[in-house]
């Protein structure tokens, strides 16, 4: 219990108000609650007659379960105090690790909140709110990011447990763009790396947002430099914050354990290591080992007990003694491979000499003014010199007598801890003849270490007749103490072996190694010691005065067996501060308590002042806290404490601002394997303990790195089976059963991990998780570290876990489309769409589950094909259940065959496996009762389609064609976009498909030859006759029928299939080319009647006719009066007008060159032809002038006008056009020399110019 009079005796006003929280907090267990119902300031006699009330049991029960509740509670504070002092005493002195600089840098971890922004700013940029400017592609890509990764509940649970940081965010980011950048066409001057910088620069920046990056917190949290090399200072820190201690408790702790204070902590290892190897020879005297599975390793217990404090003697051996102070920073220890164990035993064996101890001192001298100083005129020179006797000498500037002020500094070194100083005052000589200044006073000095360090008036020697009687300078002396002097000052000593006079000595307590100190006495100006006394073995402590002995006030002694020495100090102070850095020195067990009545004198007269070290210490017994520091570490089941430690530093690890993965930071690591070293925690039962609590944490949802728990196993279990890389070691029988339970434990949760592979590893994070994860099943599964594992035995669990993780990932996928509910009750529409939604998410899953996880399971590729197998079995049953309730020639289910069709074909694990196959038997009758039912709906259109035809023209051709093509191309590029595995069925639908179109042009073909015909018929044949537009479409669909059946009816196939597609081909192509000709001969025949009944009004003028004579008499009699026409002249321009406008249609109309060209030529050759027959008919005859001009005219133009149309020359100046042409040329020379009045200009030549 506190005392509650312990404030008034604090000096500290903060250390008092938080004494008072702990009083309230940390007592409350020890406190005697009132009684229920009772005012506790009611009198003891007034409560005596009060009627007694029996409390219920419940009432008792829950004041018991309080009672335990604090209790418990109180015991685990005390336990974390305890572990808390062992802690901070291995930050303190650290002599076995260091804090490890080449850990993987942890990444910061982030949060529910920090992941809510983040999906805001990428919705802000796909809304089109940002400022940043991109393409579609990067547009497309952060979508797709967004709508698969972001706003998965995968993330948002990995996010959740601690395990994902920013960098994983933009690993998966990078990793999704390299597969789309490299699918991107190549862009001449801008290679695809530079696209990939640009897009990540462009993620980095919707990332951050609008945070301004240079807005930095003044002070970084512990948390967030945890990750760095942390001072002591923080780890102190950050320990408080691991075991709950309090600031408070810390302050108490911190100095009553005198942790800035290296000899005191150098003094306490060594008292620890003395106690272990004290503690492993009573082990092996009462046989109380640890059960081993066999004797032999009891005997090598007890060797590695001693050779490991051994080792720690020589690590702290290794220390340089200059080593200390609270801002030393931790370096990394340089053991010698040549060095020694020590032993105690052969510790007094060690005799130093005087050259042994060398001591170095550092003065400086600092000369402030002089005053009294009256002998010398105010205007003169004066300055001083100071010398260390045995050592240079320095001199102050100069000044005037009347103001001799300085403050100059001279630094010396001298190896004497009794130096002699002559400080001399000087003025300079007028004297033409004086060699010397004058000395005008002087003063010496003998310092030591404890001397004081602030200014100080000395009286000056001054030379005899002197008139400055009272001279004096004003000086400060500063002698630093040498790391290796731990105290010094003037004691009285009388001993047996040495100092055997009692006498006043300066002694100086001198540490030559970290084990070896000495006692040692000098006399002035001198280096080495007059005596020393090596103090190994030694037990120093108080004595009352001794009797017989003149001189000094307190006592103490220090003895051995075989000697003792007996100290005595005229302060009560020094004694003390004698007495512990003497009991550092010898490493004793037993701790020098003052004498009671000492310490009472000393808090009555307050004349003595108390040292701060026996303050702190007063004050943590006050506080309860005595307990633990002056607790034996040697007396604690430390690998207990060290499962606590460890436990409760993973705990704060993993609820820290780091994505650790469970890796403690290097300051837990370096404090770890202090603790370790330092209190001789077995390595097997730390990584055990760590082992389970990394599991645990794991079982929790938290993640963990597979490969950290690789490590520990693997340590765990090199040791267990003897195969250590340091040797073999013990192994205790509970090492033994604890590591085959956590083997147990750990294989069932690397099953569950691999089984869950989605979930546990999302994404593929942590980066390589899984492929760790599998690496230490194997290792898991061998029966010892030697033998390793047949790798059918790794492949029968993988293959268990992965048909696990087939129902898993397939139970989830359902139950987040909601899948169940609705294929029990939506609509059969409804259905179908939920099950395309369904297929969908699954080709997602093991597209995801590739891309992710397929380079982990690279050993066992048939493993994820059947793993795959087993999901989409699953969703047959689905698939079936859907495609069943569909209408019997309902064909909305194709789009899923064809999704499912185009992953499966392109997978080779998956095409043609159990689901492909059962996917194609399910759709094969829909597929052929589809063709089935187009075939019939296409001939039936065909049918109808021509009979109504009204050949208006549409596209290229008329509405009937136009849609038997449509039709037949969109049937076709179905059936091909189904892209049927099988190639047996994918030909025979590819044949039938052909055969079809083959069938349905040639109906297509002969309709509009029988159209085309029946159109002629009904035309008349006058000049007046102009081609009506649904001729030339007719034409048009023959045109389009030939280039249809080109890629509609020629086969994709082997070579009987190209055989076979050139048959049919061949056959369409010659039934359009004898259509063709065909409509070209009846087209002609009905341009050529018209050309013959022109001809036949020609006849008329036949000579020897009654109707030419009468013709002839009238036209000449009329043009006498009145102007005639001529005759013949208006029926060739009618003639010439109606070929004209007819061919200009046909070019314009008929949409194929070729076939314009063929019916140009045969109506040319034709109508010459006519012409021809017509003029042998009347070969004996003269041809009357207007028939003459009138064929001249026809003929010319007729050949002008086919040349303008592209006839070529060889066809134009044929057989017949020569007979025409030369017949016409006779005529018209037999006209010119008959007729005087000739043919007007009409002429056969070219050369002539004639009308229109």
């Not at 492993?280 to 404090?309: D, H, N, R, T």
């Not at 702290?316 to 105690?344: A, H, I, W, Y």
């Not at 360090?453 to 009687?469: A, C, F, G, R, T």
């Not at 996928?813 to 259905?831: C, D, F, H, V």
């Amino acid at each position: 219990m506190l005392d509650p009079s312990s404030s008034e005796e604090e000096s500290d006003e903060v250390l008092e108000e938080e004494r008072r929280d702990v009083l309230v907090a940390g007592t409350s267990p020890r406190l005697v609650l009132p009684p229920q119902g009772r005012d506790s300031r009611e009198p003891a006699g007034r409560a005596g007659t009060a009627r007694p009330v029996s409390p219920s049991p419940s009432v008792i029960s829950e004041e018991r379960e309080e009672q335990e509740r604090q209790q418990k509670e109180e015991a685990d504070r005390r336990i974390r105090l305890q572990l808390y002092v062992f802690t901070i005493r291995c930050i303190a002195y650290p002599f076995n690790a260091k804090q490890p600089t080449d850990m993987a840098r942890r990444q910061q971890k982030l949060n529910k909140q920090q992941l809510q922004s983040i999906k805001e700013r990428f919705q802000a940029f796909l809304n089109g709110e940002t400022q940043i400017v991109a393409d579609e592609a990067f547009y497309n890509a952060i979508r797709c990011y967004f709508e698969v990764f972001l706003t998965s509940e995968r993330v948002a649970r990995m996010v959740h447990c601690g395990g994902c940081s920013a960098n994983d965010f933009r690993e998966v980011f990078k990793k999704n763009i390299e597969k789309r950048v490299r699918s991107l066409p190549e862009i001449d001057g801008l290679s695809k790396e530079t696209v990939l910088s640009s897009w990540l620069a462009k993620y980095d920046a919707i990332y951050r947002g609008e945070e301004d990056l240079r807005k930095q917190p003044k002070r970084m949290a512990l948390t967030a430099v945890s990750e760095l090399i942390l001072s002591k200072e923080q780890l102190y820190e950050m320990f408080q914050q691991i075991l709950g201690i309090k600031k408070f408790e810390h302050q108490l702790l911190y100095n009553a354990c005198q942790l800035d204070n290296a000899d005191e902590q150098a003094a306490q290892i060594r008292r620890e290591l003395d106690g272990r190897l004290q503690l492993a020879e009573q082990i092996a005297k009462e046989k109380k080992f640890p059960k081993f599975g066999s004797k032999e390793m009891e005997g090598m217990y007890i060797e590695e007990l001693k050779s490991s404090v051994n080792l720690l003697m020589a690590n702290l051996e290794s220390l340089p003694v200059s080593k200390g102070g609270p801002e030393f920073k931790l370096q990394k220890l340089k053991r010698s491979q040549n060095s020694t164990f020590l032993d105690l035993g052969d510790e007094n064996d060690i005799q130093l000499s005087k050259s042994d101890v060398v001591l170095s001192f550092t003065l400086e001298i600092v000369i402030m003014e002089v005053q009294g100083l009256k002998s010398v005129a105010p205007n003169r020179i004066v300055y001083c010199t100071m010398e260390v006797e045995g050592g240079e000498k320095l001199q102050t500037d100069q000044a005037e007598a009347s103001r001799p002020q300085w403050g100059t500094q001279g630094d010396f070194t001298t190896t004497h801890p009794r130096p002699v100083i002559k400080v001399k005052l000087f003025t300079e000589s007028t004297g033409v003849l004086a060699l010397e200044d004058k000395e005008l006073g002087k003063v010496i000095l003998n310092p030591t270490p404890n001397s004081g360090k602030s200014p100080e008036l000395h009286k000056m020697i001054v030379p005899k007749n002197s008139q400055d009687s009272d001279l004096k300078i004003k000086l400060a002396v500063r002698m630093d103490k040498p790391p290796n002097m731990k105290h010094c000052g003037f004691l009285y000593v009388l001993g047996q072996k040495v100092w055997k006079r009692w006498k006043k000595r300066f002694l100086v307590l001198v540490q030559v190694s970290q084990y070896t100190f000495a006692m040692c006495s000098y006399k002035e100006k001198k280096a080495e010691p007059q005596e020393l006394m090596q103090l190994d073995g030694y037990t120093v402590d108080y004595t009352e005065p001794q009797l017989g002995l003149q001189g000094g006030r307190v006592f103490f002694n220090a003895v051995k067996e075989g000697d003792a020495i007996v100290f005595a100090s005229d302060d009560e102070q020094d004694r003390i501060l004698w007495v512990q850095a003497m009991y550092r020195a010898t490493g004793q067990s037993y701790k020098p308590v003052p004498p009671n009545q000492v310490q009472k004198s000393n808090t009555r007269g307050a004349q003595i002042e108390v040292p701060v070290s026996q303050v702190y210490a007063e004050r943590a017994q006050k506080h309860g806290m005595e307990e633990f520091i002056s607790a034996d570490p040697c007396r604690f089941d430390h690998s207990i404490l060290f499962r606590t430690l460890q436990k409760r530093t993973l705990d704060h690890r993993l609820n820290d601002s780091y994505s650790c993965l469970g890796w403690f930071s290097p300051g837990q690591v370096f404090v770890l394997d202090e603790y370790c070293a330092r209190y001789g925690v077995r390595g097997c039962h730390r990584h055990l303990c760590y082992l389970t609590e990394l599991m645990d944490n794991a079982e929790s949802g938290a993640v963990i790195d597979p490969t950290l728990l690789h490590y520990s196993f693997a340590f765990c279990a090199s040791h267990v089976h003897g195969n250590r890389p340091d040797g073999l070691g013990t192994v205790t029988s509970q090492e033994k059963e604890r590591f085959e339970d956590i083997k147990e434990r750990l294989r069932l949760l690397l099953e569950n991990q691999i089984t869950h592979f989605r979930y546990c590893f999302p994404f593929g994070r942590p980066e390589g998780g899984l492929k760790a994860t599998l690496s230490l099943l194997e290792r898991v599964l061998m029966k010892d570290i030697a033998t390793p594992v047949p790798p059918e035995e790794v492949k029968k669990v993988v293959r268990k876990c992965l048909e696990k993780a087939a129902l898993i990932n397939y139970t989830r996928l359902t139950e987040y489309a909601r899948i169940e509910e609705m294929l029990n009750q939506a609509s059969p529409e409804k259905k179908l769409e939920d099950i395309l939604q369904l297929a969908d998410l699954c080709i997602e899953v093991l597209q995801q589950n590739e891309e992710h996880h397929s380079e982990a399971f690279a050993w066992w590729p048939d493993l994820m094909a059947e793993h795959a197998e087993m999901f989409w079995s699953l969703f047959a049953v689905d698939l079936d259940s859907a495609l069943g309730a569909q209408a019997q020639d309902s064909w909305e289910s194709f789009p899923l065959f064809q999704m499912l069709n185009n992953y499966l074909r392109n997978d080779s694990h998956l095409c043609n496996g159990k689901f492909h196959k059962h996917l194609q038997e399910t759709f094969v009758p829909l597929v052929v009762r589809y063709i089935d039912l187009m075939e019939s709906s296409i001939a039936q259109s065909v049918h109808r389609g021509f009979e109504q035809e009204t050949w208006q023209p549409v596209n290229n051709g008329s509405a009937s064609s136009e849609d038997l093509f449509w039709k037949l191309d969109a049937l076709q590029i179905f059936v091909y976009d189904l892209h049927w595995p099988e190639p047996e069925f994918s030909q025979h639908l590819e044949q039938r498909l052909k055969l079809m179109a083959c069938d349905m042009i040639e109906a297509c073909v002969k309709r509009t030859r029988i159209a085309f015909e029946a159109k002629l018929q009904k035309i008349s044949k006058s000049a007046d006759f102009r081609l009506p537009h649904h001729v030339c479409t007719m034409f048009n669909v023959l045109v389009d029928a030939k280039k249809q059946s080109t890629k509609l009816c020629v086969l994709n196939g082997g070579l009987e299939m190209a055989r076979q597609s050139q048959q049919y081909h061949s056959k369409i192509d010659d039934l359009i080319e004898e259509t063709f000709k065909e409509m070209i001969s009846l087209l002609v025949s009905k341009f050529v009647a018209v050309l013959e009944g022109m001809l036949a009004k020609l006849s008329r003028y036949d000579e020897g006719t009654l109707f030419s004579s009468i013709l002839s008499f009238t036209v000449k009699a009329a043009s006498k009066y009145v102007e005639v026409p001529k005759p013949g002249m208006d029926l060739a321009d009618t003639y010439i007008m109606f070929v004209r406008q007819n061919q200009d249609i046909l070019r314009e109309k008929i949409n194929e060159e070729l076939y314009v060209e063929k019916l140009f030529d045969q109506w040319y050759c034709s109508s010459m032809k006519s012409i021809c027959i017509w003029l042998t008919d009347r070969l004996d005859l003269q041809l009357h002038i207007y028939q003459l001009k009138t064929l001249i005219k026809i003929v010319k133009k007729t050949y002008r006008d086919f040349r303008l149309q592209g006839v070529l020359e060889g066809t134009l100046h044929n057989k017949t056009y020569e007979t025409i042409h030369n017949r016409l040329t006779v005529e018209e020379t037999t006209i010119s020399v008959s007729d005087g009045g000739g043919l007007q200009g009409i002429t056969m030549k070219d050369s002539d110019e004639e009308e229109g």
